[in-house]
């Protein structure tokens, strides 16, 4: 039987591990828990401003400035 997780080990300064640790308790979680929601919300942040930047590229290339945004979007509604 395959495990559906992966266990990792992690280390953190005495004073961040106990703020989580208060955390976890406050929020009724497991440390693991508080750490994959991190994870998630990092992770999500990365692919954010990976796609601001996608889409300002995309804009330099088009010669579009941010005030055209509204107005094409209008547009194609």
């Known amino acids: 039987m395959s495990r559906t997780t992966k266990v990792w080990n992690i ?3 005495p004073d961040m591990a106990e703020q989580a640790e208060a955390v976890a308790k406050k929020e ?3 440390k693991s828990e ?3 929601e991190a994870l998630r919300q990092y992770m999500w942040s990365i692919r ?3 796609l601001q930047a996608y ?3 995309k804009a330099k290339d088009l010669g579009l400035r941010e005030e055209d ?3 094409l979007v209008d547009q194609t509604r």
């Open 34 to 36: 508080l750490v994959r």
């Open 28 to 30: 009724a979680r497991t």
């Open 48 to 50: 954010w401003k990976d």
């Open 55 to 57: 889409g300002q590229k």
């Open 11 to 13: 280390s953190l300064p």
């Open 69 to 71: 945004v509204e107005q």
